[in-house]
């Protein structure tokens, strides 16, 4: 099955940042787009960012300037790069990746586990 590998939550402080990684697995290929969400206690899940394969990236506007999506095709991994982070910046962060499983051969849309963030003094 596809497994998605995060890593680089953790505690941090306000204005502190962090680098999230998330290695895809190579049985899923040709994928479209890689990003990453976030769920607040008590609130929905909502998209921090994304990236398609030609390099296309899309924000949540509240977060734009601080947060950079960056991805590397070879390795199947999407990066979220945060900044300036703020208490309300903390969340569980959970990576997404749209692709082909190569045993069903279909398209599919694929979770990670979640890593959580935490901005606290």
């Known amino acids: 099955q596809v497994q998605l590998v995060e890593s680089g939550g953790g505690l941090v402080q306000p204005g502190g940042s962090l680098r999230l990684s998330c290695a895809a697995s190579r049985n899923i290929f040709s994928i479209n787009a890689m990003g990453w969400y976030r769920q607040a206690p008590g609130k929905e899940r909502e998209l921090v960012a994304r990236?398609?394969?030609?390099?296309?990236?899309t924000y949540a506007d509240a977060l734009k300037g601080r947060f950079t999506i960056s991805r590397d095709n070879a390795k199947n991994t999407v990066y979220l790069q945060m900044s300036s982070l703020k208490p309300e910046d903390t969340a569980v962060y959970y990576c997404?990746?749209?692709?082909?499983?190569?045993?069903?051969?279909?398209?599919?849309?694929?979770w990670g586990q979640g890593t959580q963030v935490t901005v606290s003094s």
């Open positions: 997404n990746v749209v692709g082909v499983y190569i045993v069903t051969m279909t398209r599919g849309d694929y």
């Open positions: 990236i398609t394969s030609s390099g296309t990236t």
